[in-house]
């Protein structure tokens, strides 16, 4: 994570209310699994039925609560009277198809669950399948995007690469070992939960002695080891696959802008990272690795326009796209780089919020700029830092300024064995609801354009998929992801739900949502 944000509170809303903390009552809990779910019908479009919601509002009443709308149908009929918001879906205008949500298996998350997988394995076994089980309709966040560290980070033991041999140019004395046997357990627990997992990997520092600090903390990389290291990356891969465990995605260097000199980090110029990453491609491609993307940047929104843009230009036959932080800037400067490169993948892959801060503040800032947000900027992915930590935030590597104040996973694993999910698994999972695969082995969702309107269009916001079926003559499913942040009225707090219409291929149906994140299923041809 960015040094100079470390612990940091998310920037603030966009929003145009003025916003009234509030600590929502209730406890951590995860619904019931559901009742047998509506098969889309074959017909016109008269059909057509909302039977499937999953819901988290904002008093934690409802967590990714799963309601079957069967004996109570919300209908697509002749268009009418519109509602105080009418949101428009349109699915002949459609974007990037998306990859899935999920969060960094740092070596302080696959640590804290083996741990817990010895102390007691049915929690452990309960909390893979709950984050990463992709069953089409299943009681779980089915997470699809999984980053991990090439080496050390700001969460691990200590501060090592896989070869610390000074000057070992002919990398004699690499060893994907030195990463701890956990990591690599961990990870194939999840992959045989998730079949469609992918697996983005990335250094937070090259070795010590490739950089001018001479150490993996902070310092600069030192253009003369260009080939050497990406060498050193083919390597990771290979490393990785001897375990079992291929990858996906792999990233040059995590925050090539920042030189925190006390965790792995380094500085990386966008012009010695395009040399890098022309090195490697035909590396990869002549190793049995020409299907693993090679993902740039992995940096804040504010630098969008510049860096990301010079690599493209520079090299952009070696990289699939360009990937972001949440840190400093704004999630609309994603479009920047999008403007620059339209047909580039824009990936987004780290963000943290701090314990002791507001659940639902927390949820509504997620869903404006990460999960909705990031998504409606391009993004084809959106993850969260650390996995799972303890209660305190840690372990942490010692001595490091990162999360001074402590960072939040995804899952909570205390000491005892027990765990609590956090808001951040709550909005991926409301997330992840409109994109998984339909059917086993089918695609991912595919964003399609959306529209929101009415006297109260400030008071949603939403994003819109399309997803396809392994069988053509199959309904398409369509997933609507609604965020309604309507909690304050003059300057006051007051929850109130709001009556939308949802206007799809000339026909309308209504829906009340409530404040908090709703996800809609329906299908058509």
């Not at 409802?62 to 309601?67: K, S, V």
């Not at 060498?231 to 802008?257: C, D, M, R, T, V």
């Not at 339909?438 to 916001?461: H, I, T, W, Y």
Request: net charge negative; glycine share 10%.
């Amino acid at each position: 994570m960015s040094g100079a944000s470390a612990g940091a509170s998310p920037p603030r809303l966009r929003h145009d209310a003025a916003l009234a903390l509030f600590v929502g009552r209730g406890q951590y809990a995860y619904p019931d699994r559901a009742a047998a779910r509506y098969q889309a019908p074959h017909g016109h479009m008269g059909n057509i039925k909302i039977l499937d919601v999953w819901t988290t509002t904002w008093d934690r009443s409802q967590l990714m609560t799963y309601t079957n709308l069967l004996q109570d149908p919300v209908n697509f009929v002749s268009l009418g009277a519109t509602g105080q918001v009418d949101i428009t879906v349109d699915d002949g205008t459609v974007f990037q198809s998306m990859l899935g949500f999920g969060a960094t298996l740092t070596d302080s998350s696959a640590l804290v669950l083996n741990n817990l997988k010895g102390q007691n394995s049915a929690n452990y076994w309960s909390i893979l399948n709950t984050l990463f089980d992709p069953t089409d309709g299943a009681n779980a966040a089915g997470l699809s995007y999984l980053r991990v560290p090439l080496g050390a980070s700001d969460f691990s033991g200590t501060a090592y690469s896989f070869d610390d041999e000074v000057g070992d140019t002919t990398l004699r004395s690499f060893d994907v070992n030195q990463a701890p046997s956990y990591l690599f357990s961990v990870i194939r627990d999840i992959q045989g939960i998730n079949p469609y997992l992918k697996l983005h990997v990335l250094p937070w520092s090259p070795p010590g002695w490739m950089k001018d600090s001479g150490t993996m903390k902070g310092g600069s990389f030192k253009s003369e080891y260009t080939g050497v290291y990406a060498n050193y990356l083919l390597k990771g891969l290979q490393g990785f696959q001897s375990h079992g465990i291929s990858a996906y995605a792999i990233g040059i260097q995590n925050e090539p802008e920042n030189d925190n000199p006390t965790y792995p980090t380094c500085l990386i110029t966008a012009d010695q990272e395009a040399k890098i990453g022309a090195a490697l491609r035909p590396l990869l491609d002549a190793n049995g690795f020409s299907d693993v993307r090679i993902v740039g940047y992995e940096h804040n929104w504010d630098d969008a326009g510049n860096y990301p843009v010079q690599l493209m230009e520079k090299a952009s036959s070696a990289f699939s796209g360009a990937a972001f932080h949440c840190y400093e800037g704004d999630v609309s400067q994603q479009d920047a780089f999008h403007n620059a490169f339209p047909n580039k993948g824009i990936y987004f892959t780290e963000c943290t919020g701090s314990y002791g801060t507001d659940w639902w503040e927390n949820i509504k800032w997620y869903m404006d700029n990460i999960f909705i947000g990031a998504v409606n900027h391009g993004a084809n992915s959106g993850l969260m830092w650390n996995l799972a930590l303890d209660g305190n935030g840690n372990p942490k590597l010692p001595g490091t300024a990162s999360c001074s104040t402590p960072c939040r996973p995804v899952v909570t694993v205390n000491g005892d064995g027990s765990y609590r999910y956090n808001e951040d698994f709550y909005v991926m999972a409301q997330a992840g609801k409109a994109v998984l695969p339909r059917d086993k082995n089918g695609p991912f969702g595919q964003r399609v354009a959306v529209d929101v309107g009415g006297s109260l269009s400030g008071l949603l916001l939403a994003s819109a998929f399309e997803t396809g079926r392994t069988n053509a003559s199959d309904y398409r499913r369509y997933s609507l992801v609604v965020l309604n942040w309507n909690d304050n009225q003059n300057g006051k707090w007051n929850p109130t739900p709001i009556e939308a219409t949802i206007a799809f291929r000339g026909k309308q149906a209504a829906y009340t949502f409530p404040v908090g994140v709703t996800t809609l299923w329906w299908y058509a041809e």
